[in-house]
């Protein structure tokens, strides 16, 4: 079975422009959860999905924004890049909002200029 | 609110040398707790993980780890460390009333030959 993919694996922007993030579950996964994991704040929860709606949200701006789609792919946009959302982006998937077992993909690496 | 703390950011230990991990967490009600493995350059891999039963849970790699529910402890240990099992390691909760894993702000491991 396929492990939980992300696109792309890495990218380089500059400040002000907005970027989107691509996460493919394992498959037979509905719920998806994206991290921010940088040295300074280690991993942060900023959003979960499940049946194309946004169940839970961490503490980020609304600048993070994301949705999911009905085959449980999930894209994460940041709006209006500042040189502090430089991070790896993890995504990870889970069979459901109620399992704890979440499997993590490989992140995609955002640089900010 | 919950927390995760570990205590060793950096640890350094010569191959067949004896690991402990100390994890401790503040939630006040029931937890599953996990440990996460970030191998240089690859993805979070769950190492093990405890939801109730047996409080000592054995993991992939000869990792094995005891909650202590009295201590809010959830430390993770090995018997004699590989030189392939220097990575960066992660406790991380999630408490039954809430949606997101709490994750500690990691522990690097180097393991000299």
């Known amino acids: 079975k396929a492990g939980v993919t992300q696109t792309p694996r890495y990218l380089i922007k500059t400040r002000g422009q907005q970027v989107t993030l691509s996460c493919s579950p394992i498959s037979g996964h509905r719920s998806v959860s994206w991290y921010q994991q940088t040295p300074g704040q280690g991993l942060q929860f900023l959003f979960e999905y499940f049946s194309e709606t946004q169940r839970n949200k961490g503490n980020f701006p609304g600048r993070f924004s994301g949705r999911q789609f009905s085959n449980s792919r999930s894209e994460m946009n940041v709006s209006t890049l500042e040189l502090g959302d430089s991070a790896l982006y993890l995504c990870?998937?889970?069979?459901?909002?109620?399992?704890?077992?979440?499997?993590f993909g490989p992140g995609t690496r955002l640089t900010v200029l | 609110a919950q927390s995760v703390s570990q205590h060793n950011h950096h640890v350094i230990l010569s191959e067949a040398a004896s690991l402990e991990l100390g994890c401790n967490y503040s939630?006040?009600?029931?937890?599953?707790l996990f440990w996460y493995v970030q191998y240089p350059g690859q993805h979070l891999q769950l190492l093990l993980k405890?939801?109730?039963?047996?409080?000592l849970v054995k993991g992939i790699k000869g990792f094995e780890a005891e909650f202590i529910k009295s201590k809010f402890s959830f430390n993770l240990r090995k018997p004699s460390v590989q030189w392939s099992d220097t990575a960066e390691y992660f406790c991380?909760?999630?408490?039954?009333?809430?949606?997101?894993?709490?994750f500690g702000s990691g522990t690097r491991l180097l393991v000299r030959p």
């Open positions: 939630y006040g009600g029931t937890v599953n």
């Open positions: 405890y939801f109730s039963g047996d409080p």
């Open positions: 990870a998937s889970s069979r459901s909002l109620a399992d704890n077992e979440q499997f």
């Open positions: 991380a909760v999630k408490g039954d009333s809430s949606y997101k894993l709490i």
